[in-house]
């Protein structure tokens, strides 16, 4: 059983839409952070969120932290080209120090 | 400034074979990280160091695996016997103080036949 859900599991869309990606669990988390992974590359860290309700916004990337840190939210606003990629949730369960990661969303755009 | 640097990035070997990865993580940082990347597991932590110290191991599969750090910018990973059922994109990663932020290296690439 998989901590950390993300779906949906595969999205293939046009430029210009807009998309979301969720994240949810039925543990809480002290944080979580998306990373995004190109092929043949390791995950780069997009963002942390820590508090409950938080939304923070890098460019056109919109993250959400649930009120009860169970569950998070990636929406991208007018989708590019450079924006495929596999998309990764991941946390510190509750007491724990080490990352617990979703399987991720994979991303599509097309020109 | 350099990254993670991981050796291989691409490796194949046939089972029953011993496999070493190599990992040199970002100078100054004080944690490690091995995680191996499958389709059907995705992401999975191995084994995390902490001042050169493994302090969670509890990731690694079996005996067959095993990983060391003898110094701080440099890290191995080895399996022995390999089989099949490794194969898989091992990635390393580091982190530095005070931090949760991991910088994963390119990852080695490894099928075994």
């Known amino acids: 059983t998989q901590l950390l859900e993300q779906s949906p599991q595969f999205l293939s869309i046009q430029e210009g839409e807009n998309l979301t990606v969720y994240c949810n669990s039925s543990?809480?988390?002290?944080?979580l952070q998306w990373y995004r992974q190109e092929p043949g590359e390791g995950p780069v860290l997009l963002v942390t969120?820590?508090?409950?309700?938080e939304v923070k916004k890098l460019k056109r990337l919109t993250f959400q932290f649930g009120d009860a840190r169970k569950d998070s939210s990636l929406h991208i606003t007018a989708a590019q080209t450079g924006d495929t990629g596999l998309y990764l949730c991941a946390g510190p369960l509750m007491g724990y120090s080490t990352l617990t990661f979703g399987k991720g969303t994979m991303l599509l755009v097309s020109p | 400034d350099a990254g993670v640097i991981q050796s291989p990035r691409h490796e194949v070997t046939e089972m029953g074979q011993e496999v070493t990865l190599r990992c040199k993580p970002i100078s100054g940082h004080n944690s490690l990280f091995w995680y191996r990347q499958t389709m059907m597991r995705g992401l999975e932590l191995l084994i995390y160091?902490?001042?050169?110290?493994?302090?969670?191991d509890s990731g690694m599969p079996e005996d067959r695996f095993s990983a060391k750090m003898p110094n701080a910018s440099f890290s191995t990973l080895k399996i022995q016997p390999s089989e099949p059922r490794d194969s898989a994109v091992y990635f390393c990663?580091?982190?530095?103080?005070?931090?949760?932020?991991?910088?994963f290296g390119p990852g080695t690439r490894l099928t075994v036949l």
């Open positions: 160091f902490n001042n050169n110290v493994p302090i969670d």
């Open positions: 543990s809480v988390f002290s944080s």
């Open positions: 990663a580091s982190s530095g103080h005070d931090t949760d932020t991991q910088y």
């Open positions: 969120v820590v508090t409950g309700g």
